[in-house]
């Protein structure tokens, strides 16, 4: 196998993981491209998402086939196998269970000396979830984005995922896109999708907010409207690193590996080994499983491309280059004890263990598995219902905290040079 090999010290570690994180980011060509696409669908609107579904997709849609309602969603429901639609009632209730306990805590009453603070989640008005669709369906994407906010009781959520070819996968996702509470589906992909969400066309009414996983089309088309609308974070095509040892199960490493990079030829995949043995073995184990996959297929494309294998000569070196690449997901097969996971920080999800999983994370395990990638993940954590409310703070204050606020702040006041401020405040203290 034909694989990046990088040596980490403590020294080198930050500049290693930015380099590997160099080579996959996204060629200016994709960001002008970008850039035209947002700015023809708000000129054109509908015709612009019609002409682009030919033209990227490959499906030619009339107006009004746009955008599925609810009801029409329903319908492909109670169509749809009883053993799917199981399944996904199954991942709906994990996921509820622990967005809905993450929901309750949000709660917030105290009493600060003489003043009543309340702070309480408010669900946004109307939030748009993009769901991939290019080569795969991915209708636990789906309800990975309609759980939170249905329980955060958003009144008008909105999935946007490219029109299917299949009318099974179509159905799929209709029924996929009621049980996780959407309200209507928008059948367009890619960054036109994103400007269709953000600005709206005569069909698609604009949405206050803009979550969801994609492409680099759709990451570079987030950024692009973040100026206009409120995106989540940057979550574009997956990345994965494995931490190994000498007490690695390296086959099922090299077929997590593969798995994720399964998604598109554009995964970030590599291994990060605590000692040469481990790396020898990892490298071997790939390169068995390679010889198994067709050359064409997106796992093989981006491990033969993509893939890297870094070795550690320590611990500390090993956890400054995770702190600086802070992978979307990082599984931990590597023998280290509990104590050291404190020492990791930087992680869209961390699985630590000998039954680690990252497909067990993507369908089971509870935790959103739309997750922060190109290093957002050492400055937040993955999707959840707190992004799809806004925390209102309510005060009711006393005179006596406000005659003690006057007393105590003046002088910091007078410091700022704001003499209406202290006027206010001297008043608010006399009522």
Not at 299 to 324: H, N, P, Q
Request: charged share 25%; glycine share 6%; proline share 6%.
């Amino acid at each position: 196998m034909d694989v990046r090999v990088v040596r980490i010290s403590r020294e080198n570690a930050a500049e290693a993981a930015r380099l590997i994180r160099a080579q996959a980011s996204p060629p200016p060509e994709v960001i002008e491209a970008v850039k035209e696409i947002v700015w023809a669908v708000r000129r054109e609107g509908d015709e612009a998402l019609i002409r682009m579904s030919e033209q990227f997709d490959g499906i030619h849609l009339n107006r009004e086939e746009l955008v599925s309602s609810r009801e029409e969603a329903r319908e492909a429901y109670e169509a749809a196998p009883s053993k799917i639609v199981s399944a996904m009632k199954r991942l709906r209730k994990r996921l509820s269970a622990l967005e809905r306990r993450l929901y309750k805590r949000l709660t917030l009453n105290i009493t600060i000396g003489g003043t009543r603070v309340e702070i309480r989640p408010v669900p946004l008005e109307s939030v748009g979830c993009y769901a991939p669709g290019g080569s795969a369906s991915y209708p636990s994407t789906v309800l990975m984005m309609g759980v939170p906010g249905t329980v955060a009781g958003v009144k008008r959520l909105v999935l946007a995922t490219p029109p299917r070819k299949s009318e099974e996968d179509r159905r799929i996702v209709l029924a996929a896109s009621y049980i996780a509470g959407f309200s209507e589906v928008l059948w367009s992909g890619g960054a036109q999708a994103i400007a269709a969400l953000a600005y709206g066309t005569a069909t698609v009414r604009s949405v206050k907010k803009i979550v969801g996983p994609g492409n680099m089309y759709v990451l570079e088309a987030k950024r692009f409207v973040s100026r206009d609308v409120a995106v989540d974070f940057a979550a574009g095509p997956t990345e994965l690193l494995v931490v190994v040892d000498s007490t690695t199960p390296f086959r099922q490493v090299a077929l997590e590996m593969a798995a994720q990079a399964e998604h598109s030829p554009d995964t970030l995949v590599g291994a990060l080994a605590l000692d040469p043995e481990s790396e020898s073995k990892i490298i071997e184990s790939l390169s068995d499983l390679l010889k198994e996959l067709p050359p064409e297929s997106p796992a093989s494309k981006s491990l033969s491309t993509r893939g890297f294998v870094c070795t550690a000569d320590s611990w500390d070196a090993a956890t400054r280059f995770i702190e600086a690449f802070a992978p979307e997901h990082l599984l931990i097969y590597a023998d280290i004890g509990r104590k050291r996971l404190r020492d990791v920080r930087s992680a869209g999800v961390v699985s630590y263990g000998r039954h680690s999983s990252g497909v067990f994370l993507d369908y089971y395990a509870g935790p959103s598995h739309v997750l922060p990638t190109d290093g957002w993940a050492s400055i937040r954590g993955g999707l959840t219902v707190l992004d799809y409310v806004k925390l209102l703070p309510t005060v009711r204050s006393s005179k006596t905290d406000i005659r003690r606020a006057y007393r105590e702040m003046r002088d910091l006041i007078s410091a700022e040079r704001l003499p209406l401020h202290l006027r206010a405040l001297e008043e608010a203290a006399r009522l």
